[in-house]
Nanobody, 116 residues
Framework: QARLVESGGGSVQAGGSLTLSCAAHGTTFSIASLGWYRQGPRNVRELVATVTTFGAVRMADSAKGRFSIYRAGDAVTLQMNDVRPEDTAVYYC????????????WGQGTQVTVSS
């Protein structure tokens, strides 16, 4: 069964760094876009960063200059530097398939807490 396995997350002080990793397992389809979304206290799931098979990156303005995203095959890493308290959220890995007949995949989520 296709699933996304996340690792990383945890608690860190403001200004510190954190790394989130995600790998797709059991997929039988090609993944067009792989990346991360987050859901904070406002309970709205928002884009953090995604990267396509061809290396095209979409990144939230709030993450630019601080976060980097790397993809290798069906695995993706989000390097978070200079984190801020407002980065506190549950981070979800997301895989969007190339085929529109396939449903996108979501990870279970990993908590990131940034203390001031």
């Amino acid at each position: 069964q296709a699933r996304l396995v996340e690792s990383g997350g945890g608690s860190v002080q403001a200004g510190g760094s954190l790394t989130l990793s995600c790998a797709a397992h059991g997929t039988t389809f090609s993944i067009a876009s792989l990346g991360w979304y987050r859901q904070g206290p406002r309970n709205v799931r928002e884009l953090v960063a995604t990267v396509t098979t061809f290396g095209a990156v979409r990144m939230a303005d709030s993450a630019k200059g601080r976060f980097s995203i790397y993809r290798a095959g069906d695995a993706v890493t989000l390097q978070m530097n200079d984190v801020r308290p407002e980065d506190t959220a549950v981070y979800y890995c997301n895989a969007k398939p190339e085929s529109t007949s396939q449903l996108e995949l979501w990870g279970q989520g990993t908590q990131v807490t940034v203390s001031s």
